[in-house]
């Protein structure tokens, strides 16, 4: 069984998402050993998952891009989460629009590697406040938002995760990887 992997740019004070103009990239480029690990990260996906907003901002950009992450994007099937979008013109993309939980759960049950998703906000907070994401791949870029949306927001219960990796890069990049305890 495949895993539900939420890997997401997060301000280091703890926001995935902030208001008008202000960006968690932090206003530079990322450093190529970032590139590098993301990469690799989204080329060994077996689908890549995201909401309607980011599924509509990805499929304007994606589609005619020469970025080295274009490729993978493109050519990886893409699943959107949206009860309101009538079709998906990006190839290889198909829409969920059922229970969320009935949704996740048919697509770890798929053969290939793990889904990651990418947001936006809304699908990344209902992903965690039902507890179905296995593992979180957060890049903290230097910046503070001071407001904005958090990943974590109206949990029913806390929740313990476990760290697998915290590694710093010399932008001030640290991605971390936290995964549900065994």
Known sequence: MRKLVLQMGISIDGYVSGGPGEDIGGGGPQHPDVVARIMDWISRAGAH??????????????????????????????????????????????IARGDLADEVAKLKNEPGGDVIVYGGY?????????????????????????????????????????LVEATPYPDGTVITVYRKPS
């Open 49 to 94: 998952a995201m909401g309607r907003v980011t599924y509509e901002e990805m499929s304007g950009f994606w589609p005619t891009s020469t970025d080295e992450y274009a490729a993978p994007m493109n050519e990886i099937p893409k699943v959107v989460f949206s009860k309101t979008l009538t079709r998906a013109d990006w190839a290889t993309t198909t």
């Open 122 to 162: 809304t699908l990344a907070q209902a992903l965690t406040s039902a507890d179905l994401v296995d593992e979180y791949r957060l890049v903290a870029r230097p910046v503070a938002l001071g407001s904005g949306e958090p990943m974590f927001k109206d949990l029913p219960v806390g929740r313990r995760l476990d």
